[in-house]
């Protein structure tokens, strides 16, 4: 799922001053699972706003709406009707999800309130850990389903660097060196050999580097 | 035990602290409640085990929410006491109101009233 961080309340309430009728849009979809974006967040941001100008004395009007989704044109269209009864939209919705509801509202302004951070797995309630940088070429088979583009925060093919020490990563003491675990799984595996192959430099031309990325499958166009 | 307590206070009763939520809180604010307290079971006694510790860190959070919006998170409090504590359950009362009264209405409440 994509996992995001509420931004700061300062930040958005900074953000929303000069507006006073405001939709707040939240996402039923990762941002709900990883408890930043989802209806329980909208109504609780919601909350705060409406406290913070009530007391400088100048009250909004909030209206707490969460879509199926906001990357999908069946749930953004649904806002057609109501939109423009208000000044401002927030979003709580990951980027992709704030992006869409502007390029289809062109008239509105769609404020972050959300940091999105990356896609991720949750590791444990309240706790959620990245596991894919959507590189566009994928190692797993290879590294026995351990990345090793988003656990070595150098991203390199063959590791560990100079930098692994005790099976963490000189980045931060708390960051299990990626190489490192690929390393154990080989062991536990008894698949050592395969930790032997050299592998060539990646093609980083499908990952970020070539640009916005686009995948179209003609038969399901209408 | 015909034991008083402040007539300011309203009674919320929930099955359980566990099902207090961060929302709930901050209606109450919104509503006008000058401050917000949360009576659980003692720790350890949860008849679901451990609704009031999971209160506890939601008071705590929603102090920093209401410190971020202006309102004080000195506003809101937990408390544990058994059902036999009747007479802390009227000692808390008091402190409650005691240390509310103090900080004075909810800004929210009083911004709204001098409009």
Same mark, same amino acid.
């Given at each position: ?151 070595? #925060? @150098?991203?390199? &093919?063959?590791?560990?660097? !100079? =930098? ?5 990563? /000189?980045?931060? %003491? ?26 060539? #430099? @990646?093609?980083? &031309?499908?990952?970020?580097? !070539? =640009? ?5 499958? /003609?038969?399901? %166009?209408? | ?115």
């Amino acid at each position: 799922m994509i996992v995001a961080n509420r931004k700061p309340f300062e930040e958005i309430i900074e953000m929303v001053k000069p507006y006073s009728r405001i939709l707040l849009l939240g996402c039923n979809e990762c941002v709900t699972v990883c408890a930043v974006g989802g209806a329980k967040e909208v109504a609780v941001l919601a909350s705060e706003v409406r406290l913070f100008r009530q007391k400088e004395g100048r009250p909004v009007e909030i209206k707490e709406l969460t879509l199926e989704r906001n990357c999908d044109l069946e749930y953004v269209e649904t806002l057609k009707p109501i939109i423009n009864d208000y000044d401002v939209v927030i979003s709580m919705a990951c980027g992709c999800g704030i992006q869409f509801v502007g390029e289809n509202y062109r008239n509105k302004i769609i404020l972050p309130a959300v940091n999105t951070s990356f896609e991720g797995v949750t590791e444990e309630h309240g706790v959620w850990t990245e596991r894919c940088q959507g590189c566009g070429n994928c190692v797993l088979d290879k590294t026995l389903g351990i990345c090793p583009v988003t656990r070595c #925060a @150098k991203s390199i &093919s063959n590791g560990p660097c !100079g =930098g692994s020490q005790n099976g963490k990563c /000189e980045v931060d %003491k708390d960051i299990p060196c990626g190489w490192q675990l690929i390393v154990d799984r080989y062991k536990e595996m008894n698949m050592m050999e395969k930790y032997l192959e050299i592998q060539p #430099a @990646k093609d980083w &031309s499908t990952s970020r580097d !070539g =640009g916005p990325r686009k995948r179209i499958r /003609e038969d399901l %166009k209408i | 035990m015909r034991l008083s307590y402040p007539t300011n206070i309203k009674i919320m009763k929930v099955p359980c602290t566990g099902r207090v939520d961060i929302i709930h809180i901050l209606k109450a604010f919104e509503n006008g409640a000058d401050g917000v307290y949360i009576v659980g079971c003692l720790e350890g006694d949860c008849h679901f085990l451990v609704g009031n510790v999971r209160a506890k860190k939601r008071v705590e959070y929603v102090k920093k929410l209401l410190d971020e919006s202006g309102i004080g998170g000195e506003r809101v409090a937990m408390y544990n006491l058994s059902a036999a504590e009747g007479q802390r359950f009227a000692e808390v009362a008091r402190e409650m109101t005691e240390k509310i009264r103090a900080l004075g209405p909810n800004p929210a409440k009083l911004a709204k009233s001098k409009e």
